[in-house]
Structure formats: C-alpha cells, structure tokens
C-alpha cells in the first residue's frame, strides 16, 4: 500500500542520517585503532569545554535584554536590523574572523582606542579572542531565537496583562519568563554545542598548547602527523562530549503550552522612563559590535570586485549549486522528521539531533577512508560536501521547526481531524502555511552555512573544482589578499542574498 | 437517531457511563456541572476519546473506528473553530473539500452558506478580522455546507454575551433544518431557548435526554445541586 510506504520515508531517513554520523564516526575509529590520551590532548580537552561554557553564557546573557528591545522598541532601521541579526551567524567563519581582526586586531580600532587612554591592549588571539569570535557568531542567532519566541506569545496576552495593570516587572515573570524558561536554556545548549565543533575559530584564532581544541587536535592528527589512531581517538573523544551535551540539550528544550492567539502581529508595551535608555543603549552597541567587522570587510574587499578572476565566478556557481541543493535536502529531511516526531515517534527526534553530536571533521574524514580506495576522492566533492552540509543543518532546522509543529498539533489537529484534513492537503494548507516563517528561516541559514561552509570541502577537493569559500582560503594562503578579500566580499553577499531569500519567502507565506 | 449503547468513558479518575438514544431531529442540551464529562462525552460521539466500552452508534451503524471527518457529524470546539492563516471563504471550502480544489458552483455555495448567516461579502478576510460572533457564524456556515446528519456544539458560543448568544441559538435552530443537534451548556436559559430535550450529566452519568420543561419545573436532587434550588 502507497501509505505504507510513505509511512516507512521518516524510519528510512532516520537511518541516512545515523549512518552518515555514527557510520562515518565508526570507520575513523576502526580504520585508527585506539591509544591513550596525552596531557595535551586533556588540555585542548579542557579549553574546548572553557570556551564553549564562556561563548554560551555571553551570548545568552547579552542576548535576552537585547532581543527584548527588539521586540518592544519601533525604531528607523529596525527590520534591517533584525535581518542583520542574521547576518554574522550566516557569515562565512573565516570572513567573520578577517573582520573581528580587522576591529580588534593589533592595529585596529578598538586598540587603538585604548592606547590613547592608556589601557593596556586587548588580545584578540587565544581565550579571549575565541570566545569574542564565538560570542560575534552566535548572539545574534540567540537573539533571533528569543525574538521569534517573543513573537509567539499571543498579542492576546500581552492586552491581558495590561487590562490586569501589569507593570514590565509583573509582566516579565508571568509571560516573558515562562517563554524563557522554555526557549533559553535549549539557544544556549546550542551555542555550547557549535562552540564545541567550531573548527575554523580554533584554527585561525587558538592553536599552540594553551589554546587548542579537540577539533583542532583532530585536524592536526590527520593532516600534518598522519596520525589516523590518534584523530580517531580523539574523535571517539569528541564524540562522546557532543553526545553528552546534545542529550542533555534535548532535556533542556520544552515546549510551553501557550494558547493560540489569532496570528496578530506581536504588541508589546514599550515602558518609557530608564528602560528606554537601556534599551537603546542595547540596541546601539550590538549593532556596533556586529556592523563593525562586516563593514571592515566591505571596506577591504570592495576596491578589487570589479576585476574579480573567472575562477572566482565559477567556484561562486559551484558553491550556489551546492547550497541551494543541500538546503532543500535539509529543509525536506527536516520536516519529514518534525512530523514523525508530531505523531509520537521520539526516535526521529534523536535521529535529526544526532548531527549536532557529529561533526563535519569527522564525518568528512570517515567518508574520505571509504571513498579513497575506491574513486578519485575530487569527483566527489562536491556531492559529499552538499551530503554532509545538509546533514549538519538537520539539527537546526528540526530545532526551529518543532516548537511550531507541536503548538500547531496542540491547537489545530482536533479541527483538521473533524475536516477530514489529512496527507497532502494538510501540508499544503495547514502544516506548510503555519511552518513557513521557520522553514524560511530555517532554510536560509541552511543555504547560508553550506555557502560558507569549509570543512569538508578542504579534505576533498583537488586543484580544480574548488568552492568559493576555498578559494578564498587558497587565494589568501597564496597572500593575494586583495583577491581574497573582495572574494570573500562576494561570498559574504552570496550567502545573505541566499538567506534572504528564503527567509522573505517564509515571512510572506507566514503573513499571508 | 444516535444511540450510547452502555458508553463507559474513563480517563485517570474520571469516570462516564452513558445509555441513552437520542432521537433524529431532536435538539438536545447537555447540561451539568463543569467536571461532569459533557465535553468528553461529545467528543467521544465525535471520535476524539475512544471508550473503554460500549458503542456510538449512528442510524444502527456502529462509529467506532471511523475518523472524526467521516463520521456523520460536524462539531464546533469551544476555541479554535477556524484556521487562522486561510480566509474565511478557505475555511468555509474545507467544509465542501479537505483539499480546497474547488470548481465554481462550490465557490457559489460558500458564498451562499456566507449570506445566509450574515458574512455576505466578507469571504475574503482572516478570522483575525472578525468578531467572536462572526467567528461563531462563520463556523455554523461551515457546519451548514457540510450537511451532516449530527450537529455538536462543544460551548462555541460560552464567551460571548447573553443577546449575542441567544442570537447565535436561534440562527443554529433556523439552519439545523431536521439535523440533529447535542449543544453543551452551562447556563439553564441556553437549555430552555434552545432545546427541547436536555441530557443531565452528573455523578459519572451521562441521563437519557428528558423534555427540558419538565426537568427544570421538577428538577431532579443532582440538577437541584446544579442549579442551587
């Protein structure tokens, strides 16, 4: 029967996925072997847990007053701002880090600033500047989650609680702490999770004995030592911290049972008197701390767009192929899955956050050991790198999507069940219109990330075929820093423009 | 004709029985105390909440194991009543294809079943747009292209005011035109405009339907508790 089959998509997809994390994270430890671990290895052990916990907790302290003026304050800019708040997550990481050493490098701004005032100068390089990265990528994806968790308190109770004369404080503890409680502690699990497989930071920023991270370790191992039993451990290593966290994270994440509302446009009252003036001030300094570095870029990167080489137009191409392909997949995959996991089946739950546990290293590396022996490893570069782009992004849009879906079968499925509203139908005219603003999302930071990603790319790719974001490495290895910046300018476009896109698409089949 | 045949609900400590017929084109108000089980009886007729026992049946036929959509009944839920995102026009076409693929002489009856309960004209906007009676009406109009046998009103119209309501009643009693109609209710006067019979649910009990003068001029001890008389 055709609905049996269709019935097995979700258990078949589960399946993809386990094989491509766990199978990838087993070949690399039977291909390895085993061994101990060394004292260098407890080290960069230690600094990866350090620096996750510090970059979670910044981001997700500073992000709650600033997600919160946001949402209350109207303001010229304010869209764009919003928008933009999108923008350094999406940011291609090794742009992000050119930019931060552009503002907070020896020679930059912000030193310079505190010469004249006598202060001693800021290190962007080891802990401190880890952490600043970390914390620049990832506030204002915290920051976006808090607004959309923001946005689906109904307007109804926000008129409640002013018809009760609530004051902010009141108001704080009976609404807006609840969606707190309920969105906080899974953004700032992430971030500690993407702080833990952040690889392309620890290269550019960390390194050296005392600010190492396992990913690095691993990196190291495998490329300049041809260590594969030493990555392999320290991969099992990583492994199992990623899955420790991730479990925990799942715990974490609950839903709040907030009624419907009726799809109005949030109205949250906005207190005048010292409110406005912390707010204000919020708003002012994150879009100086975010602004700052993309405008660096820009400024460095602009001169040389005009005479760009055409090997730079058809890395762009492949690159664009690459994400738009592996963004649907993940986007597909993802919805699949959020809707078994509707229906009561946890285990797709597990199977779409198990990528978080895994990262692009070692899943990179375990498919490079099955593929070597048996075809050139550049033919497949491209697919393996689409495969694996849309497998990390799994986690994060199933993330985005469940709230929604589990509010939406809360509040929704009893009517659509009295409808006869089922299969396709119901996609087409409940679940996908109700989903749109997080699918959008969702799929544009998918697309966004796959753009910029460089990773497994790096392990793959021969000297042709390469990807945009490659070339910006290779070109900047190469010390054509001109090339490299306005590349990594047109990159940086490319992933917002793909982003944009997608987010737009959601917002307009959300509001209609 | 709807027949509870030794209907056993239970959930946790709650505990319904119900074995009662309810004749066709009767219009029934089932009336208790908040707790009592009206709701899970209506939606264990609508197939939402599956008994431990006993049957629903409809016209002799047994429900059980038919979703709620192919059972001979429409329902309107205390909230919740229309998608928020479709138009009403969309809402109201649900009623004639889960699928919306509507043909013209569709379209014409949605825009009929519309002028009938007063929303002429206004097939294009959101429920956001609306009154908590046009909300009311919108869903009847629905209810109405449907064209089931069985009406089940779960409180639709609990929050809105006693002349609006009372409107609401009449115009359900104008359109249900020989279906049969179960309305929950918490306030007598709805019972005593709108019904002519009233089921009691009290005490794990869900009574046979009695004439609801009768019962009010001669209230039973658990009706008596109820009403504070």
Same mark, same amino acid.
Request: hydrophobic share 55%.
């Given at each position: 029967?055709?609905?049996?089959?269709?019935?097995?998509?979700?258990?078949?997809?589960?399946?993809?996925?386990?094989?491509?994390?766990?199978?990838?994270?087993?070949?690399?430890?039977?291909?390895?072997?085993?061994?101990?671990?060394?004292?260098?290895?407890?080290?960069?052990?230690?600094?990866?847990?350090?620096?996750?916990?510090?970059?979670?907790?910044?981001?997700?302290?500073?992000?709650?007053?600033?997600?919160?003026?946001?949402?209350?304050?109207?303001?010229?800019?304010?869209?764009?701002?919003?928008?933009?708040?999108?923008?350094?997550?999406?940011?291609?990481?090794?742009?992000?880090?050119?930019?931060?050493?552009?503002?907070?490098?020896?020679?930059?701004?912000?030193?310079?600033?505190?010469?004249?005032?006598?202060?001693?100068?800021?290190?962007?390089?080891?802990?401190?500047?880890?952490?600043?990265?970390?914390?620049?990528?990832?506030?204002?994806?915290?920051?976006?989650?808090?607004?959309?968790?923001?946005?689906?308190?109904?307007?109804?109770?926000?008129?409640?609680?002013?018809?009760?004369?609530?004051?902010?404080?009141?108001?704080?503890?009976?609404?807006?702490?609840?969606?707190?409680?309920?969105?906080?502690?899974?953004?700032?699990?992430?971030?500690?999770?993407?702080?833990?497989?952040?690889?392309?930071?620890?290269?550019?920023?960390?390194?050296?004995?005392?600010?190492?991270?396992?990913?690095?370790?691993?990196?190291?191992?495998?490329?300049?030592?041809?260590?594969?039993?030493?990555? *392999?451990? $320290?991969? %099992? !290593?990583?492994? #199992?911290?990623? /899955?420790? &966290?991730?479990?925990? +994270?799942?715990?974490?994440? =609950?839903?709040?049972?907030?009624?419907?509302?009726?799809?109005?446009?949030?109205?949250?009252?906005?207190?005048?008197?010292?409110?406005?003036?912390?707010?204000?001030?919020?708003?002012?300094?994150?879009?100086?701390?975010?602004?700052?570095?993309?405008?660096?870029?820009?400024?460095?990167?602009?001169?040389?767009?005009?005479?760009?080489?055409?090997?730079?137009?058809?890395?762009?191409?492949?690159?664009?192929?690459? *994400?738009? $392909?592996? %963004? !649907?997949?993940? #986007?597909?995959? /993802?919805? &699949?899955?959020?809707? +078994?996991?509707?229906?009561? =089946?946890?285990?797709?739950?597990?199977?779409?956050?198990?990528?978080?546990?895994?990262?692009?290293?070692?899943?990179?590396?375990?498919?490079?050991?099955?593929?070597?022996?048996?075809?050139?490893?550049?033919?497949?570069?491209?697919?393996?790198?689409?495969?694996?782009?849309?497998?990390?992004?799994?986690?994060?849009?199933?993330?985005?999507?469940?709230?929604?879906?589990?509010?939406?079968?809360?509040?929704?499925?009893?009517?659509?069940?009295?409808?006869?509203?089922?299969?396709? /139908?119901?996609?087409?005219?409940?679940?996908?219109?109700?989903?749109?603003?997080?699918?959008?999302?969702?799929?544009?930071?998918?697309?966004?990330?796959?753009?910029?990603?460089?990773?497994?790319?790096?392990?793959?790719?021969?000297?042709?075929?390469?990807?945009?974001?490659?070339?910006?490495?290779?070109?900047?290895?190469?010390?054509?820093?001109?090339?490299?910046?306005?590349?990594?300018?047109?990159?940086?476009?490319?992933?917002?423009?793909?982003?944009?896109?997608?987010?737009?698409?959601?917002?307009?089949?959300?509001?209609? | 004709?709807?027949?509870?045949?030794?209907?056993?609900?239970?959930?946790?400590?709650?505990?319904?029985?119900?074995?009662?017929?309810?004749?066709?084109?009767?219009?029934?108000?089932?009336?208790?105390?908040?707790?009592?089980?009206?709701?899970?009886?209506?939606?264990?007729?609508?197939?939402?909440?599956?008994?431990?026992?006993?049957?629903?049946?409809?016209?002799?036929?047994?429900?059980?194991?038919?979703?709620?959509?192919?059972?001979?009944?429409?329902?309107?839920?205390?909230?919740?009543?229309?998608?928020?995102?479709?138009?009403?026009?969309?809402?109201?076409?649900?009623?004639?294809?889960?699928?919306?693929?509507?043909?013209?002489?569709?379209?014409?009856?949605?825009?009929?079943?519309?002028?009938?309960?007063?929303?002429?004209?206004?097939?294009?906007?959101?429920?956001?747009?609306?009154?908590?009676?046009?909300?009311?009406?919108?869903?009847?109009?629905?209810?109405?292209?449907?064209?089931?046998?069985?009406?089940?009103?779960?409180?639709?119209?609990?929050?809105?005011?006693?002349?609006?309501?009372?409107?609401?009643?009449?115009?359900?009693?104008?359109?249900?035109?020989?279906?049969?109609?179960?309305?929950?209710?918490?306030?007598?006067?709805?019972?005593?405009?709108?019904?002519?019979?009233?089921?009691?649910?009290?005490?794990?009990?869900?009574?046979?339907?009695?004439?609801?003068?009768?019962?009010?001029?001669?209230?039973?001890?658990?009706?008596?508790?109820?009403?504070?008389?």
């Amino acid at each position: 029967m055709a609905s049996r089959a269709v019935a097995l998509i979700p258990a078949l997809l589960a399946l993809i996925v386990v094989a491509l994390t766990l199978g990838s994270a087993a070949v690399t430890a039977v291909w390895g072997g085993g061994g101990g671990l060394g004292p260098a290895d407890w080290a960069a052990l230690r600094f990866t847990l350090l620096q996750a916990a510090l970059s979670a907790a910044v981001s997700a302290l500073l992000a709650v007053p600033l997600a919160r003026a946001l949402v209350r304050r109207r303001f010229a800019g304010r869209g764009l701002l919003l928008r933009l708040m999108a923008a350094p997550f999406l940011l291609p990481v090794v742009v992000a880090v050119l930019g931060l050493l552009a503002v907070f490098g020896r020679s930059g701004p912000v030193n310079s600033l505190l010469a004249v005032l006598g202060l001693p100068a800021l290190s962007v390089f080891g802990l401190h500047g880890v952490v600043l990265a970390h914390v620049f990528l990832n506030l204002p994806l915290v920051t976006r989650m808090l607004v959309h968790g923001w946005q689906a308190i109904p307007a109804e109770r926000f008129r409640l609680a002013q018809a009760l004369g609530m004051g902010p404080g009141p108001q704080f503890r009976h609404l807006e702490l609840p969606m707190l409680r309920a969105t906080l502690p899974g953004a700032a699990a992430l971030v500690f999770l993407l702080c833990l497989t952040s690889f392309a930071v620890a290269l550019t920023l960390g390194g050296g004995p005392k600010a190492s991270t396992v990913e690095l370790a691993i990196y190291q191992a495998l490329r300049f030592d041809f260590l594969p039993g030493k990555a *392999a451990t $320290l991969a %099992a !290593v990583q492994f #199992a911290l990623c /899955a420790t &966290v991730t479990l925990a +994270a799942m715990r974490l994440a =609950r839903v709040e049972g907030f009624g419907a509302g009726l799809g109005r446009e949030v109205e949250m009252p906005a207190p005048g008197g010292w409110r406005r003036g912390v707010d204000a001030l919020m708003i002012v300094l994150a879009a100086g701390f975010l602004l700052a570095p993309l405008l660096a870029v820009v400024w460095r990167g602009a001169p040389g767009l005009v005479a760009l080489p055409s090997s730079v137009g058809w890395a762009a191409a492949r690159s664009l192929v690459v *994400a738009v $392909l592996s %963004a !649907v997949l993940a #986007a597909v995959a /993802a919805l &699949v899955l959020v809707q +078994a996991r509707v229906a009561g =089946r946890r285990w797709a739950e597990l199977a779409a956050m198990l990528p978080l546990a895994a990262s692009g290293l070692v899943m990179g590396t375990g498919l490079f050991l099955l593929v070597q022996p048996v075809a050139p490893v550049e033919r497949l570069a491209l697919p393996v790198t689409m495969l694996v782009n849309a497998t990390l992004a799994l986690p994060y849009l199933f993330r985005l999507l469940l709230p929604e879906a589990l509010r939406l079968e809360a509040d929704y499925v009893r009517l659509a069940e009295s409808l006869s509203l089922r299969g396709a /139908a119901r996609l087409r005219l409940l679940v996908l219109p109700r989903l749109a603003r997080p699918l959008g999302f969702g799929t544009g930071l998918a697309a966004a990330l796959s753009m910029g990603d460089l990773g497994v790319i790096a392990l793959f790719a021969g000297e042709r075929g390469v990807t945009l974001p490659l070339l910006v490495q290779r070109l900047t290895g190469a010390y054509r820093m001109e090339a490299a910046a306005s590349a990594a300018l047109l990159l940086v476009g490319l992933s917002f423009a793909l982003f944009w896109l997608f987010d737009r698409w959601g917002a307009r089949h959300a509001a209609a | 004709m709807l027949r509870l045949e030794h209907l056993d609900l239970r959930q946790d400590d709650f505990r319904l029985q119900a074995d009662l017929t309810v004749p066709v084109g009767a219009r029934v108000a089932v009336i208790g105390p908040s707790g009592a089980g009206k709701s899970t009886l209506l939606m264990a007729v609508a197939g939402f909440f599956a008994p431990v026992a006993g049957r629903v049946l409809w016209d002799g036929q047994d429900l059980a194991g038919r979703a709620p959509g192919d059972r001979p009944l429409s329902i309107l839920f205390q909230d919740q009543n229309l998608f928020p995102h479709l138009t009403l026009a969309q809402n109201l076409g649900l009623g004639l294809r889960a699928d919306l693929r509507l043909d013209a002489g569709q379209r014409a009856r949605v825009e009929e079943a519309l002028q009938r309960v007063g929303l002429a004209g206004m097939g294009a906007r959101k429920p956001a747009q609306l009154s908590g009676g046009q909300v009311g009406r919108a869903a009847l109009a629905r209810a109405l292209l449907r064209e089931r046998p069985l009406l089940l009103l779960d409180e639709p119209f609990a929050a809105l005011g006693p002349a609006l309501k009372a409107e609401m009643l009449d115009l359900v009693a104008e359109l249900a035109d020989g279906a049969t109609v179960l309305m929950v209710t918490h306030d007598p006067a709805d019972a005593r405009r709108f019904a002519d019979q009233t089921i009691l649910v009290a005490d794990g009990i869900a009574h046979a339907p009695w004439p609801t003068a009768q019962l009010f001029a001669d209230p039973p001890p658990a009706l008596r508790a109820y009403l504070g008389t």
